[in-house]
Protein backbone atom coordinates (compact mmCIF):
# COMPACT_ATOMS: atom_id res chain seq x y z
CA UNK A 1 0.00 0.00 0.00
CA UNK A 2 1.14 3.39 -1.07
CA UNK A 3 1.68 6.45 1.11
CA UNK A 4 1.31 5.33 4.51
CA UNK A 5 2.63 6.08 7.60
CA UNK A 6 5.74 3.33 8.68
CA UNK A 7 3.49 2.82 11.87
CA UNK A 8 0.14 1.99 9.96
CA UNK A 9 2.05 0.04 6.92
CA UNK A 10 3.58 -2.46 10.30
CA UNK A 11 0.46 -2.63 11.49
CA UNK A 12 -1.16 -3.73 8.50
CA UNK A 13 1.14 -5.99 7.40
CA UNK A 14 1.46 -7.75 10.87
CA UNK A 15 -2.54 -7.96 9.96
CA UNK A 16 -1.96 -9.43 7.11
CA UNK A 17 -3.92 -7.23 5.35
CA UNK A 18 -1.25 -6.48 2.78
CA UNK A 19 -2.88 -6.16 -0.50
CA UNK A 20 -6.43 -4.24 -1.86
CA UNK A 21 -9.83 -6.28 -0.87
CA UNK A 22 -7.89 -8.56 1.40
CA UNK A 23 -9.76 -10.33 4.36
CA UNK A 24 -8.42 -11.87 7.27
CA UNK A 25 -9.90 -13.18 10.42
CA UNK A 26 -8.56 -13.01 14.14
CA UNK A 27 -9.86 -13.54 17.40
CA UNK A 28 -10.82 -10.91 19.51
CA UNK A 29 -8.30 -10.31 22.13
CA UNK A 30 -7.00 -6.18 23.48
CA UNK A 31 -3.91 -6.59 21.27
CA UNK A 32 -6.60 -6.98 18.30
CA UNK A 33 -8.25 -4.14 19.08
CA UNK A 34 -5.39 -1.78 19.77
CA UNK A 35 -4.16 -2.66 16.37
CA UNK A 36 -7.68 -1.96 14.44
CA UNK A 37 -7.81 1.08 16.10
CA UNK A 38 -4.73 2.28 15.05
CA UNK A 39 -5.74 1.38 11.76
CA UNK A 40 -9.63 2.15 11.74
CA UNK A 41 -9.86 5.11 8.82
CA UNK A 42 -8.22 2.74 6.18
CA UNK A 43 -9.78 -0.77 6.97
CA UNK A 44 -13.38 -1.68 7.72
CA UNK A 45 -14.23 -4.66 10.51
CA UNK A 46 -16.54 -6.00 12.32
CA UNK A 47 -17.92 -9.49 14.24
CA UNK A 48 -18.25 -12.47 11.62
CA UNK A 49 -20.86 -15.16 12.37
CA UNK A 50 -20.11 -19.31 11.27
CA UNK A 51 -22.89 -18.84 8.43
CA UNK A 52 -20.28 -16.02 6.70
CA UNK A 53 -17.57 -18.16 7.60
CA UNK A 54 -18.36 -20.54 6.01
CA UNK A 55 -19.51 -18.95 2.71
CA UNK A 56 -16.10 -17.11 3.04
CA UNK A 57 -14.55 -20.58 3.39
CA UNK A 58 -16.23 -21.98 0.80
CA UNK A 59 -15.73 -19.82 -1.70
CA UNK A 60 -12.61 -17.81 -1.09
CA UNK A 61 -10.65 -19.97 1.21
CA UNK A 62 -7.14 -20.83 -0.96
CA UNK A 63 -5.67 -24.38 0.38
CA UNK A 64 -1.85 -24.39 1.28
CA UNK A 65 -1.20 -27.79 -0.10
CA UNK A 66 -2.77 -28.88 -3.13
CA UNK A 67 -2.76 -32.61 -2.34
CA UNK A 68 -4.79 -32.43 1.46
CA UNK A 69 -8.69 -31.94 1.50
CA UNK A 70 -9.22 -28.79 3.88
CA UNK A 71 -10.36 -29.52 7.42
CA UNK A 72 -12.89 -28.18 9.59
CA UNK A 73 -11.77 -24.96 11.14
CA UNK A 74 -11.59 -25.06 14.91
CA UNK A 75 -10.39 -22.13 17.05
CA UNK A 76 -9.09 -20.02 14.09
CA UNK A 77 -6.14 -22.68 13.22
CA UNK A 78 -6.08 -22.43 8.94
CA UNK A 79 -3.06 -24.01 9.02
CA UNK A 80 -3.84 -27.56 10.48
CA UNK A 81 -6.88 -27.48 8.28
CA UNK A 82 -4.70 -26.38 5.34
CA UNK A 83 -5.96 -23.03 4.40
CA UNK A 84 -4.26 -20.23 4.15
CA UNK A 85 -4.59 -17.68 6.67
CA UNK A 86 -5.96 -14.51 4.20
CA UNK A 87 -8.51 -14.55 1.77
CA UNK A 88 -8.85 -12.56 -1.34
CA UNK A 89 -11.90 -11.04 -2.18
CA UNK A 90 -13.83 -8.94 -5.35
CA UNK A 91 -13.92 -5.23 -4.85
CA UNK A 92 -17.75 -4.82 -3.76
CA UNK A 93 -20.72 -5.15 -6.10
CA UNK A 94 -22.31 -2.14 -6.32
CA UNK A 95 -19.19 -0.19 -5.55
CA UNK A 96 -17.94 1.35 -2.39
CA UNK A 97 -20.75 4.39 -0.64
CA UNK A 98 -17.94 6.51 0.49
CA UNK A 99 -14.42 6.60 2.22
CA UNK A 100 -16.33 7.75 5.46
CA UNK A 101 -16.20 5.79 8.42
CA UNK A 102 -19.91 3.19 8.97
CA UNK A 103 -22.60 4.42 8.63
CA UNK A 104 -22.09 6.55 6.15
CA UNK A 105 -19.00 5.18 4.52
CA UNK A 106 -17.43 1.59 4.57
CA UNK A 107 -14.41 2.77 6.95
CA UNK A 108 -14.75 1.48 10.23
CA UNK A 109 -16.02 -0.67 12.83
CA UNK A 110 -19.03 -2.64 11.66
CA UNK A 111 -19.81 -5.12 14.18
CA UNK A 112 -22.50 -7.50 12.75
CA UNK A 113 -23.04 -5.75 9.46
CA UNK A 114 -19.97 -6.74 8.13
CA UNK A 115 -21.60 -9.99 6.38
CA UNK A 116 -23.68 -7.60 4.50
CA UNK A 117 -19.83 -6.35 3.15
CA UNK A 118 -18.05 -9.60 3.10
CA UNK A 119 -21.40 -10.63 1.01
CA UNK A 120 -21.34 -7.73 -1.90
CA UNK A 121 -17.09 -9.10 -2.56
CA UNK A 122 -17.58 -12.85 -2.66
Known sequence: MVDKNADIASTL??????????????EENEIIEGMLKKVRSFVAYGKINNDTLKLLIDKRGQKIDKDKKVG????????????KPFFRLHPPRKG?????????GVLGDHGDKIKDLIGRML
Open 13 to 26: DRLRLRRKYSCVVV
Open 72 to 83: DVKDLKFEEANL
Open 96 to 104: INSKQHFPK
